[in-house]
């Protein structure tokens, strides 16, 4: 597998990742009815955001994987990222979605991010909890049901959070 930064032209491949996911309403807190319009503008960020695709090794191109990095918060808090990824269905089981986050963790650490986060991580996903937990997140916070599950009812969010390595200390500055 293949990782890359995405361009404008990747959003064909993203948007049946994003929409099979999303739409499914049991991992994301978007909106499962969200178009693809505005699903683009949700995912396709301005920088300083990044997003990431990662393609299969077949070689035809076909993105399996994205991840998009921004920072948490603007000004003195911009040296800690925001996380959030997914990977098509049919690949999560063979592991594109632990792999698209250790890129994401990898290139997050070159851009100059100290510290990464993830603010909304569905409890009742163990899965998800599982490769959060792996790649050294550890539950920092937690809101109370503040996810609306489709057959679960409300659950919790953990807030998620783990320190990166750095090289050098650089200021995250455009």
Not at 43 to 51: G, Q, T
Not at 53 to 66: C, F, H, N, P, S
């Amino acid at each position: 597998m293949h990782t890359r930064l995405a361009s404008d032209d990747d959003w064909p491949g993203i948007w049946p990742i994003w929409h099979a996911q999303v739409a499914a309403g049991e991992l994301y807190t978007w909106h499962p009815e969200t178009q693809e319009s505005d699903a683009r503008e949700l995912w396709m960020l301005p920088k300083p955001a990044v997003v990431l695709v990662m393609e299969d090794d077949e070689g035809d191109g076909r993105i399996i994987a994205t991840a998009q990095i921004t920072p948490a918060l603007v000004g003195l808090g911009d040296h800690v990222a925001q996380l959030v990824f997914m990977a098509h269905p049919d690949r999560a089981a063979e592991g594109a979605d632990r792999a698209m986050a250790e890129a994401a963790i990898e290139h997050a650490t070159e851009l100059g991010y100290r510290a990464m986060q993830s603010t909304a991580v569905v409890a009742g996903n163990t899965r998800m909890v599982a490769i959060w937990r792996v790649l050294a997140f550890r539950v920092i916070g937690t809101l109370p049901s503040a996810f609306r599950h489709p057959w679960n009812g409300d659950v919790d969010l953990y807030v998620m959070h783990r320190f990166l390595p750095y090289r050098t200390y650089r200021p995250r500055r455009d």
